[in-house]
């Protein structure tokens, strides 16, 4: 079983100097993916026809397919097309069916074709077209010695219409590459290194054709495995037996075999069970909230919040205590529990979630230091509490406190409410 | 003068397969043109020994310095350090002051060094040590035959801490490049092309030696002047008068000179003036409160917010009057007047203001389409409202109609309150 290895190579000045995100090629290597062609490298060079050169023959000598965004604009900085006609030594003419193509393209929206517009549909001889349905730069399609060079427009939504319609088709065809198949599973509470111990004895009984990688981010972990095999129901299978053996290991930590956030598989579990969620936010100052309410239909379990940010406001407003604020302060179990407790009633919801912490830098005491952080859950049968000790850095704190939150709501759910 | 050229590999799996985007190698093009380093390549290669060593080897044919992200984690699959101990051929040790910074850093999270983390602090003994504030892994410089190779964690803001504190410092010091000065203008409340028609007799006059670039980011636009010479002086001065004459032109879109964002330009005026801020915010969710709770040390002019999302908490905990509700709507003039009087009211603060709209996918009607959006401003002198129509995306909406309420603030406040 051969893998197809394929280069992705992005031309232009723009994204070396970080003038643009390149989200092209991050694109492109899930569709890749998709279809069992693994992408060994990612280059981006400036416009300039000796890097551009180099880096045509570098590709070949490592991958089968090469695939090529921008530089095909109508402008003078524009070196793809010329570089490739030279790198396959042809001649590059006007061809009859994109000169077609352009021209119907400009008349429909009203608008004469320029010299500068006709010269796009010169293509080199040696190329088969490919069609720009959305756009006026046609794709090229070479192949020599077996391997096979593609340039596509870098505007994003040419390309993938070209991608999807043309090049992905195609490369199956060409190249009739083995089944590929990743596995998410997503997981916060526990740092990349207390989980990798935990799992260790998973990760080394892994067979061959199985290959595991950690992405840590803040609050979480995510573990991606990716299969390789010639069967794509056989590696499905053993997809699905990993799973179940890291259950014992790991399982308290995991919320998800997919990309979507914790938020948004809170939010799911919230709809599904017609619960009701309030929160009550102090150190966090709108985070937790913001990342609830990023779920497109968050507004069906969602009630509210109150940010409590001033000492005055959380006794006023929300209701804490005088005595509790002043026996044991604003970052203590008493507060949390009481801030949680009142949000939910106030609130008339069935949950209530609650931070106060030192964000910092400012607010430190010797006790507290800057990332100690309370957070609470509370609902009809019980409240439960955390304490937190985080970072240096106010964002980190923030960002941190606020995923342990949504964790800590995945984790305190009971069977019923 | 001699450019300085980098070349900037990025090593993982995860990019090539497009599940993660490289956001990184963008932001650092944008830092290393600012010192005046020409980023002429940039490289991703997978988590494979063979094609690293063999991007290191080409990198270093090309380039003065490489600049190297990722693979520095602690499992086994992170394979940056020990390939880059075999590419400068000396061996792995435990450097004591790193093993104490990452003894530190798990020290202050209240948790023990496993096996695992005690490696980090193993580093090639022909490399110096970079300090990683933020993170458990150390970064890594590398010299030799007077070119240099720095390595970095993958992580985002561990990566940029480390550029900006130490590697881009010590770049200019290795490198000494020409002198190079950044002049930032930054707007709110304009549009890019907006922007660009009223400042066009200005731009057609700049000088050669001062280069401009329009910077849009969510709801403003950051000028960028580059001034280039070889006595900075006199390129400080020719900087000076560009933005006086920018004044008549702009003026009154132009909120700072440098880097801070408008919540903390606002945070400096209401901290200066000694103003009190309140926010009821409904369809931004609690990123209005987040922005300005991002600022250290806003918990003295920021009291704080409440987020009736509900219909039935606008009424209950606000006090929004039902009649208002029922007549005109929770997304209308009327009812975002008594939101930001309201909040400011409740919470005994001199500025209230509020939002309530339409983020999407949901909820929109004929009259209120997705994007639809009320914004208001409230202190004991007048009311000023804002109605926006914004975009279909939901994540779009939010930030933008945050970043309008800060710039609202900006433009209502009168001289004296």
Known sequence: MNTVKAELLTIGDEILYGQIVDTNSQWMGVELASIGVQVIRK????????????AFAEAESRADVVLITGGLGPTSDDLTKPCLARYFDCEIRIHPEALEEVTAFFKQRGRALTELNRQQAALPVCCQKLTNPVGTAPGMWFERNGKVFVSMPGVPHEMKRMMQDLVIPRIRQ?????AIIHQIINTAGIGESFLAEKISSWEK??????????LPNLGGVKLRLTATGSREDAIRADLRKLVEQIQPLAGEYIFGYNEDPLE?????TLQERKLTLSVAESCTGGFVSHLITSVPGSSSYFLGSMIPYAYEIKMRQLGVRPETLESYGAVSEPTIVEMANLVRAKFNADIGVATSGIAGPGGATTEKPVGTVWIAYSDKHHTVTKKLQLSNDRMINIRLASVHVLNLIRTSLPKTV
């Open 43 to 54: 280059t981006t060079v400036g416009d300039k026809e000796s890097e551009i050169l180099t």
């Open 174 to 178: 060409t190249f009739n590459p083995p």
């Open 205 to 214: 009984a892994l067979p061959e054709h199985i290959r595991l990688a950690y």
């Open 264 to 268: 948004v598989v809170i939010g799911r």
